[in-house]
């Protein structure tokens, strides 16, 4: 079908929502096109030739509106019937390092006719519909007002809010006023209605977040998450970050930068990256959930170091990981691990998990096999261990400086590579990174490579495997020290490291009692481990650091479960590769299209 109206010319076709005219721009003339999938208007010259073409996807378009809009800095409409203005996501570098920055776009396009305006903005809203299946529509916001600078309802309000609103989301927003609220609010009220859940927050109101949603799956589908070998179902609602904390690593290793804007964007598109989850258990419980670090040794002191610093804010993570390197620690352990399959990847093969990963799309169907499209897949959800033979379990035993699982690259401001560089977002494995006893140069060397592009694994000291599970306990003849040092805890009131929970109240604790209060046993407790270069007597154990939080248990199994949650988040996208793939697609569309554009 094809009209001509007034010297330019639209059509749709039959199959597609398809649309094409001359639109004005500032007063210059564009040659506009719909495709379906992108949306694309070149600038034109006297005589008619192309002079630059700006492309946008339409999975990328935030929102269209008739008239002419402003949104910063306040929303502005001039209502005029020939005028509309698309916004969409438009990315900035991010001075040289790894992820992209995202902004709004704006363009406000003027029309020869308001029946043409009609037009676009008609099949811009359904090519919208078509084209962006995930889109949420309700979100449930939860805001930590304490975390990182406090100033996460600003954030929100200011330079969340406004995007939301442009793209039709309706939010309901809870500031929080204890730790802990926002998973217990998860666990028990009704979440009917809400397509995703936003956390405004750091890493640990992340982990609160992800805590609430997966137990509120697991509770709704009758399965019992203490038990290390069911198959957990993956959650149906979306979890948004908007980095607001002190620690934002689970943003940062899967959006690519800190950026408040950045991540409202992806959430507005409905970007959908499936993230893997670690379940630790003590015996036969539950222990907590892990998405990036699971470290023993090293990383659990300077953890527990960096607890009786609080007061330093950010700063603390320096001195405290100066001072727990200074105290030349080692563990004894025994690992066993259950190895992946080391024909689907490798954790130094150099390969890194970008946006698009295809390692991670061919897990998708090795994990959602009847699954053909990511809307329908928790619907076909298959035991995804019951259809994997286990294989055998590994075991090694000896002096370890630190032991860490992780099931992402964990790359953050300080390391953009990561403590695992070759580490996958969602391929159902995580990599288990055994860092022998060595001599303090050794480690120290160990240490520096994760701040540069050098190869932290090429060391003879450190070992690294692709892993479905691990096991750690401690040799027969520490475990006794271990109880003797974990009988001194246990009879202290404030057992810090046999309270999960813990950390989830320090913020209010420490507003409460202020910074100078008086250390609590839990420090002195931390102080035995760590008394520095004069200790005289090396403690037997050292703590687990899960995500930021002190485990209370030595002897643990980990599990990797593929796929478990999902964020708003596409992975880190490289730059160079966004624009390949941009000018790619656009020479494809322009041999489909361009001959009939003349
Ligand atoms: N209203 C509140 N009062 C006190 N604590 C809270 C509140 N809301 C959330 N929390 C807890 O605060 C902890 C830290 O929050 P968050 O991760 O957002 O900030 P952060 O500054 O990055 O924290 P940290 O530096 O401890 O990693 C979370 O574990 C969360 O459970």
Not at 53 to 67: A, D, K, L
Not at 149 to 177: M, Q
Not at 552 to 566: A, D, F
Request: proline share 5%; charged share 25%.
């Amino acid at each position: 079908m094809s009209f001509v109206r007034k010297g330019e010319r639209y059509f749709r076709m039959e199959s597609d929502l398809t649309l094409e005219s001359s639109l004005w721009v500032e007063n210059k003339r564009y040659r506009a096109v719909l495709t379906g999938w992108h949306f694309r208007w070149t600038e034109l010259d006297k005589k008619n030739r192309d002079k630059r073409t700006i492309s946008v996807p339409v999975s990328e378009v935030v929102g269209v509106e008739e008239g002419r809009v402003e949104i910063l800095p306040q929303k502005s409409v001039e209502d005029t019937d020939k005028d509309f203005t698309v916004f969409y996501v438009k990315r900035c570098s991010n001075g040289g390092s790894h992820g992209l920055l995202w902004r709004l776009g704006r363009t406000q396009f003027s029309c020869l006719s308001r029946v043409l305006r009609d037009q676009w903005t008609k099949h811009l809203k359904a090519a919208l519909k078509t084209h962006s299946p995930l889109r949420p529509k309700r979100l449930l916001v939860f805001i930590n007002p304490f975390g990182g600078k406090k100033k996460g309802r600003e954030i929100y309000h200011s330079l969340v809010s406004p995007l939301f609103e442009l793209a039709g989301i309706s939010s309901h927003v809870i500031v929080t006023e204890r730790a802990n609220q926002a998973r217990d609010h998860l666990l028990k009220k009704d979440l009917t209605g809400f397509n995703g859940v936003v956390c405004v927050g750091g890493d640990g109101m992340f982990s609160e977040i992800l805590h609430g949603l997966i137990g509120r799956t697991q509770q709704e589908a009758g399965l019992c998450e203490d038990d290390p070998t069911v198959t957990l179902q993956p959650c149906p609602l979306h979890i948004g970050i908007i980095p607001a904390g002190s620690t934002d690593c689970v943003c940062f290793a899967t959006v690519g930068v800190i950026d408040p804007v950045t991540s409202a964007l992806h959430i507005i598109i409905g970007d959908s990256q499936p993230l893997d989850v670690c379940s630790v258990h003590q015996t036969s419980a539950l222990v907590r959930y892990s998405v990036s670090l699971l470290g023993y040794g090293f990383y659990g002191d300077v953890l527990a170091e960096s607890e009786k610093h609080r007061w330093m804010g950010p700063l603390r993570y320096d001195y405290s990981g100066t001072v727990v390197y200074l105290s030349n620690r080692s563990y004894a352990g025994v690992v066993q691990y259950l190895p992946a399959d080391p024909v689907l990847s490798s954790p130094r093969d150099r390969t890194r998990c970008l946006a698009g990963c295809s390692v991670c799309s061919r897990s998708t169907e090795r994990l959602f096999p009847n699954s053909s499209d990511s809307g329908s897949l928790y619907s076909s959800y298959h035991s995804q261990y019951n259809n994997d033979s286990e294989g055998e379990w590994v075991s090694v035993e000896g002096r370890f400086r630190c032991v860490s699982l992780t099931c992402m690259s964990s790359s953050n401001p300080r390391s953009p590579l990561g403590l695992s560089p070759s580490a996958h977002l969602a391929d159902g494995t995580g990599d288990l990174i055994l860092v022998w006893d060595t001599h303090p140069l050794g480690f120290l060397k160990f240490l520096y490579r994760h701040t540069s592009s050098q190869d932290q694994f090429d060391l003879p000291f450190v070992e690294v495997h692709r892993v479905k599970a691990v096991r750690f306990s401690l040799p027969p003849d520490k475990e006794e020290d271990s109880f003797a040092e974990r009988e001194g805890q246990s009879n202290d009131e404030e057992r810090g490291y046999t309270d999960t929970a813990s950390r989830n109240g320090s913020q209010q604790h420490l507003a409460e009692k202020g910074a100078a209060r008086e250390p609590t046993k839990r420090q002195k407790t931390a102080n035995s481990f760590l008394c520095g270069v004069c200790c005289s007597k090396a403690p037997a154990v050292s703590v687990w650091n899960c995500d930021g939080e002190i485990l209370p248990s030595t002897e643990i199994l980990s599990r990797v479960h593929g796929q478990l949650v999902r964020l708003y988040a596409r992975g880190i996208e490289d730059g160079a590769a966004v624009q390949d793939y941009r000018e790619e697609s656009d020479k494809r569309e322009r041999s489909c299209y361009g001959t009939s554009l003349n």
